[in-house]
């Protein structure tokens, strides 16, 4: 592609509202443009790179079996009636109606209809297990979309499913898309953990995340360097342990202690001379739950231990509820506590569920509020002063915190979740009635898995990874072209055009992907337009290299700069070309699932 001619604009200064690198070298280089909040288009070069990501997982689904396919974006409500999912999901899903009245949805994941297919044409065991998968696009009503394509609103994912007659069936499948996960972030040049992940609205038995390691990460991650422990912070466990002055200790009596003008956790471990792991910390949530079709809301007092902090995904996965939000004060005052100084002593147990967290039932003596202003309780048991209505893990890991399996102290990092594998089990298959006949004849519903991962933010996140302070820095097996030839003709050196034409015409000859610079432009103005769309090979010809036969090639990663003869350009530029994606492939990673 001759630069002339390429449909794209870069920019100097990155749009006030990109907030993330990859947002803003992606503008700047003319790869996207914004259409609407989490709404992007593609131009050509960007359009280039997506197509390669995605021939990518093309590659790695087909080599387990995969068979792709297109489902609808539009789909029937109906289905996700049947799942139960219409009424689950909030506002995240677009519902609309068409000229008939009839009521539909915007897909946000295809599981409904996937299942439908599946069981409209699986009869008999004979026919599994089998994987389908596609890559669409999607919508999502994000409420609060950010950092470019890392969280939009539409998007194209790869999602596959496969079916399978039994459990046993998709845990021998499952590691093999493990692995091809790890295959195709590997080939695209990014280097990702998995981690053991919430099922969310998906359900199922068991879920991993694939996340990239990086500061813009919306998710918080829990590491065990000792023993390999990895997962979510939504998930993620920890060995609880009483103080040591507690193990022991008796229940004391209880008694009131004026506290006025203490309203935290932190204030009154001050107030108190006392460390926060001897306060209980009071929560006050409203849970949204379905009951039959209808919506019902459950006031829910949860007690965590002061130098804790709730964990609302395990919260809401025990609730089996819709969402959870903030009580109001006058909604806290009607069960009988206050705001600030709430405690579950006293209060009106008929109109609350009451939650507490595992380690609230060993840690005796506790100071928690007394439901007046100004005033806590301090000697608080658990069973002696209240009953609960659930006592489990609801709080979330931190670093620090001992590891689950080998008790070492954990880290924290932050991710980017690129994709995601879920062990469904039959929760859609029963829904949707997709069953298959076994070996005896009998009806079973078909066993299921689900697999995604998102094309445009797989990319953003490769450039969050990849990037100096130019631009953008392409690993070969995805940049949008492997070289760059820079053209340094002037009116007075023609000769130099018709070398760089001829390169150019060899180097496509040959198979190679070329982005010729061919402007009438300023020899700066190429140099900061290479770095910025950061194609691997720079191949500069001028008229000192014309006059002895050489070009000079600087590859997008360092900073050297070597000389290739002209007489055998094609072959050096190919051999680069083998040994840069060579290099991108050895960092494919090799993982067992645990």
């Known amino acids: 592609m001759r630069m002339s001619k390429l449909f794209f604009q870069t920019l100097r ?83 609309l109606t068409d000229r008939a009245g009839r ?9 409904e209809v996937i299942t439908e297919l599946a069981g409209g044409v699986i009869n008999s065991y004979r026919q599994l297990p089998v994987m389908l998968y596609q890559i669409q696009t999607k919508f999502r009503d994000e409420p609060r979309p950010r950092g470019g394509l890392i969280r939009v609103r539409e998007f194209t994912m790869k999602d ?7 459990i046993a069936s998709l845990d021998e499948y499952y590691p093999l898309v493990y692995q091809a996960y790890f295959n195709i972030f590997g080939r695209a ?31 918080t991650l829990l590491l065990c360097d000792e023993c390999g422990y990895k997962a979510n912070r939504q998930v993620a466990t920890f060995v609880k342990s009483e103080n040591e002055d507690q193990a022991v200790e008796e229940a004391l009596p209880l008694e009131e202690v004026s506290t006025p003008g203490v309203n935290t956790i932190a204030a009154l471990s001050d107030f108190l001379e006392i460390p926060q792991s001897r306060t209980a910390k009071a929560l006050f949530l409203v849970a ?12 829910v007092f949860v007690i965590v231990r002061g130098d804790m902090d709730l964990n609302e995904t395990k919260l809401t996965n025990a609730l089996k509820a819709r969402q959870l939000r903030p009580a109001h004060p006058e909604e806290i005052r ?12 006293g209060i009106h147990r008929d109109q609350v569920l009451l939650v507490v967290d595992d380690l609230i039932v060993r840690s005796p003596n506790l100071v928690a509020g007394a439901n007046r202003d100004g005033w806590h309780y301090t000697n608080v048991n658990c069973g002696r002063d209240y009953e609960p209505d659930l006592a489990l893990d609801v709080v979330a890991a931190s670093a620090g915190h001992p590891c689950p399996l080998c008790r070492a102290p954990m880290r924290a990092e932050r991710g980017v979740e690129v994709g ?30 689900c697999y995604g991962i998102g094309s445009g933010r797989l990319m953003a996140s490769v450039i969050e990874s990849n990037n100096d302070d130019n631009g953008i820095v392409w690993p070969v097996t995805i940049a949008p072209h492997q070289v ?4 340094l003709a002037t009116r007075r050196t023609p000769e130099v055009t018709e070398v760089a034409d001829r390169v150019y015409q060899q180097l496509q000859e040959a198979g190679l992907e070329v982005l010729y610079d061919d402007r009438d432009e300023r020899a700066g103005v190429k140099f900061n337009d290479a770095d910025l769309l950061g194609i691997p090979m720079r191949l500069t010809i001028g008229a000192r290299g014309v006059k002895n036969g050489v070009a000079e090639l600087k590859l997008r990663r360092s900073d050297e700069i070597n000389e290739l003869p002209l007489d055998d350009i094609v072959n050096q530029i190919q051999a680069v070309s083998d040994a840069e994606s060579a290099a991108v492939l050895a960092g494919v990673i090799t993982e067992s699932l645990q």
């Open 103 to 111: 009521e539909l949805v915007l897909a946000m994941t295809h599981e």
């Open 160 to 166: 596959g499913y496969s079916f399978h007659t039994d």
């Open 334 to 345: 009607a069960i009988g506590a206050e705001p600030g100084y709430g405690s579950p002593v």
């Open 420 to 449: 995601n594998i879920f062990k469904l089990g039959t929760k859609y298959s029963e829904a949707m009635d997709a069953t298959f006949l076994d070996e005896d004849g009998s009806s079973a519903p078909m066993v299921m898995g």
């Open 484 to 487: 760059y030839i820079v053209s």
């Open 288 to 299: 949204t739950t379905e009951e039959e079709g209808e919506d019902k809301e459950q006031f």
């Open 13 to 95: 200064d990155a749009p006030a509202d990109a907030d993330v690198r990859s947002h803003q070298l992606m503008v700047r280089a003319g790869l996207v443009r914004q259409v609407a909040a989490g709404i992007f288009e593609y131009l050509p070069l960007g359009l280039r790179v997506k197509k390669k990501i995605e021939n990518i997982m093309r590659e790695e689904m087909n080599a387990i079996d995969g068979q792709e396919i297109v489902m609808p974006v539009v789909q029937p409500a109906a289905l996700w009636k049947r799942t139960g999912r219409w009424y689950e999901i909030g506002d995240d899903l677009a519902r």
């Open 189 to 219: 040049g990014l280097e990702v953990i998995a981690v053991e992940s919430d099922t969310g609205m998906m359900g199922g038995t068991m879920a991993h995340e694939f996340m990239a390691l990086t500061e813009v990460g919306e998710d």
